[in-house]
């Protein structure tokens, strides 16, 4: 039973389209996050909720609006793509509190052409 | 921003040889974490360390936490084609967000 699920894990789509990814935990996890992971492989984070509450949006454009209609999903909204958001996406969730372990989806890999 | 340099950046080894990645912040951080990334995958807590100078084994994988809490290092003894991987270190920073690594891309050649 996958802990972290996050579809589609590809997503190919012309500049200037919406686009959503959805996240699932059922991990029972209180806190949800999107990650962006560059061609370079560096792991950056976007948005963290903890019980459906945004906590932090690391200055991310405001085309990027994450949704999270209960504990356990995390929705991902990109208007507008650029060539730029190209990019593989990671939802992950932990436990709130330091040093807890961050369990990741398998990505959803975005090509905006 | 409280970045993680990690090095080297990519290493290509001969199974059975012996290697060691590390990770440096000019900020001390309460705790560590490693993590293993494959191809097509997320990430997979490898260790958390917590304390200076703690030292982990698993299997193969040693980790080092640094005495000041700056620093951290990953050794793997006799490599095998499934170490294979990105691997990162991380650290949390407050209780809703982690600080990833630059990373350390390994490659194990049969």
């Known amino acids: 039973d996958t802990a972290v699920s996050q579809t589609p894990k590809y997503l190919v789509t012309q500049m200037g389209n919406d686009k959503s990814i959805k996240c699932e935990q059922n991990?029972?996890?209180?806190?949800m996050y999107w990650y962006k992971q560059d061609s370079k492989k560096f792991l950056k984070i976007m948005f963290s909720y903890n019980n459906k509450e945004l906590i932090i949006n690391e200055t991310v454009p405001n085309r990027f609006s994450p949704k999270s209609p209960d504990k356990a999903h995390l929705n991902l909204h990109i208007n507008s793509l650029e060539l730029g958001d190209s990019a593989v996406y990671f939802c992950?969730?932990?436990?709130?509190?330091?040093?807890?372990?961050?369990?990741f989806g398998q990505g959803t890999r975005l090509t905006v052409v | 921003t409280q970045l993680l340099e990690q090095s080297p950046q990519f290493l290509s080894i001969q199974e059975g040889e012996n290697l060691t990645v590390y990770c440096n912040s000019s900020?001390?951080?309460?705790?560590l974490q490693w993590y293993r990334q494959e191809p097509g995958e997320g990430p997979v807590l490898l260790v958390t360390?917590?304390?200076?100078?703690e030292v982990k084994k698993l299997k193969r994988l040693t980790f080092q936490f640094g005495d000041a809490r700056k620093d951290s290092s990953l050794h793997i003894t006799a490599a095998q084609p499934g170490d294979t991987g990105l691997y990162l270190c991380a650290r949390t920073s407050g209780t809703y967000k982690y600080i990833f690594g630059t990373g350390t891309r390994l490659k194990v050649l049969a």
């Open positions: 991990l029972g996890h209180d806190t």
């Open positions: 360390v917590v304390t200076g100078g």
């Open positions: 900020s001390v951080f309460s705790s």
């Open positions: 992950a969730s932990s436990q709130a509190g330091t040093a807890t372990e961050a369990f």
